[in-house]
């Protein structure tokens, strides 16, 4: 059984950071890919940074290049995502995502291309 839990999500100010952690379990080894999302309240879910195992590419929404980088501890079975430079409107409940497999880069930002999701956590940057 594969679950995704996230944590590190809260309360900070413009300009800020944050680190969200995603623990996983269930995933097979080898290929995977792991990906984080967000969504507000009336709004369609967004992508925000993805990561592919075998060769370690990454990918991010632009409205977070230069201020977000999503990581990888395997010995902890963890996936992270660093938030630097917060903004007002990265306002969102942060969803971390994986498939058991390598997904095709332009099929990084969809959400359908992947078969797990975690519960979310709430970041909220006041102004």
């Known amino acids: 059984q594969v679950q995704l839990v996230e944590s590190g999500g809260g309360l900070v100010q413009a300009g800020g950071s944050l680190r969200l952690v995603c623990a996983y379990s269930?995933?097979?080894?080898?290929?995977?890919?792991m990906g984080w999302f967000r969504q507000t309240a009336g709004k369609e879910r967004e992508f925000v940074a993805a990561?592919?195992?075998?060769?370690?590419?990454?990918s991010y929404a632009d409205s977070v290049k230069g201020r977000f980088t999503i990581s990888r501890d395997n010995a902890k079975n963890t996936v992270y995502l660093q938030m630097n430079n917060l903004k007002p409107e990265d306002t969102a409940v942060y969803y971390c995502?994986?498939?058991?497999?390598?997904?095709?880069?332009?099929?990084?930002?969809?959400?359908?291309?992947?078969?797990?999701w975690g519960q979310g956590t709430q970041v909220t940057v006041s102004s």
């Open positions: 995502a994986g498939r058991n497999s390598q997904i095709i880069l332009s099929a990084l930002a969809s959400g359908n291309s992947y078969a797990y």
């Open positions: 269930g995933l097979t080894d080898g290929a995977r890919t």
């Open positions: 990561l592919r195992w075998r060769g370690g590419s990454t």
